[in-house]
């Protein structure tokens, strides 16, 4: 099995044996939900934090009884995975107020007293400015009183800063990956970096770093795209199936860049390793390179984040994906489209779709449309600057 294959098994279920020897050795295992929620702290109490998920999920009938058809069927597919006893391995789970579904599943998880006895919710701002790190810095306080209280540990600002510099070495490789995706032929696609991404937040830090140190050495070399392949950003929220970005790669596409939970928000971040930890902290999941539309008052950052990478990994568009009912996503999209429709970022086709794909077969085909036009854009562009070019010696 090559690492690549390794990396794709543990993405692709929702327990593994780098878990399992964990727990073996004593180490408990807390999941947390969003990626505004400071594993550091996690990590730092001697918890495996372990990123939530719902790969693999068969349906969403029991959760059904505690949600309507019109939640996010990410949150009732993960819910559903908890009722079944899927996540029985979990000491305990950090809730965010990430949006108004995935804050209610931490009701409905303490109502069903599904367990692990430890649910906390982490309540993160939704601006940038103003008293946003104070208040940040207020729910680690909570979260660190609540970890130390229910577990009976302590949490030294020396192994806090121990624990940031480890996840600082994890996304430096995960950054070193994503530079790759410069290349005029990636060595890693982003079906590939999606299912990497997943695996390293699914087991202990320690471990991910060593995981990700066989990629880079692996990869080096490869090329995985060919001429005529349309360059892509893709924006999205929750995004967990690799087998859903390569309908995209099979359709002549390759991705270049993303903004996924499982993505850049996760790793497109440094934390200063030299000042008090929770002021780091506080100022590093702020200070995200691309924050989550959640963040109300930061979509011209983001917007320049589009247009930044669009030059820097040299794409020919923007896809932005949303789940059906997410409201949040739905605005961005909006404003997305309207800002292509002025020339600052590339065309932009969006797509809406329940979690674990669905309607393939017409995605599909819209891709393949939007790709034939981008392609029949850049053939005109290149005859007008041929043209250009010839009249220009012409006049000489």
Not at 27 to 51: D, Q, T, W
Not at 104 to 111: E, G, K, T, V
Not at 127 to 156: D, P, Q
């Amino acid at each position: 099995m090559t690492i690549m294959e390794k990396m794709a098994e543990i993405a692709g279920a929702i327990d593994n044996h780098y878990l399992k020897e964990a727990r073996l050795a004593g180490k408990r295992v807390i999941g947390y939900f969003c990626s505004y929620i400071p594993v550091e702290l996690i990590h730092a109490a001697g918890f495996v934090p372990y990123r939530m998920r719902a790969v693999g999920s068969a349906g969403t009938d029991l959760a059904d009884a505690y949600y309507a058809p019109l939640n996010c069927s990410f949150v009732r597919h993960c819910f559903d995975r908890a009722l079944r006893g899927d996540f029985g391995f979990l000491d305990g789970v950090v809730f965010m107020n990430g949006c108004d579904h995935t804050r209610r599943m931490y009701d409905n998880w303490r109502y069903s007293k599904t367990g692990p006895e430890f649910l906390h919710m982490f309540f993160a701002p939704h601006v940038m400015g103003g008293n946003a790190a104070g208040a940040f810095r207020e729910s680690m306080a909570n979260l660190k009183k609540a970890l130390e209280k229910s577990f009976g540990v302590t949490i030294a600002d020396d192994n806090l800063r121990n624990s940031i510099r480890l996840y600082n070495r994890m996304r430096g490789l995960l950054l070193a990956l994503d530079e790759r995706r410069k290349m005029k032929s990636p060595p890693v696609s982003g079906s590939e970096m999606l299912g990497i991404v997943m695996a390293v937040t699914a087991v202990p830090v320690e471990d991910a770093c060593a995981l990700l140190e066989e990629v880079i050495a692996f990869i080096d070399g490869r090329g995985d795209s060919h001429s005529g392949d349309v360059r892509i950003i893709m924006l999205a929220g929750c995004m967990e199936e690799a087998d859903h970005l390569r309908l995209y790669e099979d359709s002549g596409g390759v991705i270049v860049s993303d903004a996924f939970c499982f993505g850049t928000r996760l790793y497109g971040r440094a934390l200063d390793e030299n000042i008090d930890p929770a002021v780091a902290l506080a100022a590093g999941y702020l200070g995200s390179e691309i924050s989550c539309p959640r963040m109300m008052d930061d979509f011209p950052r983001r917007i320049e984040w589009v247009a930044r990478k669009a030059g820097e990994y040299s794409a020919d568009a923007v896809v932005v994906e949303k789940l059906k009912f997410c409201d949040m996503w739905g605005w961005e999209i909006e404003r997305l489209r309207r800002e292509s429709k002025k020339g600052v970022i590339p065309p932009v086709l969006a797509i809406e779709r329940e979690y674990l794909g669905g309607a393939s077969g017409q995605v599909r085909t819209r891709i393949q449309a939007f790709f034939e036009q981008i392609r029949n854009r850049q053939e005109i562009d290149d005859a007008i600057l041929r043209s250009e070019r010839a009249a220009y010696y012409v006049r000489k």
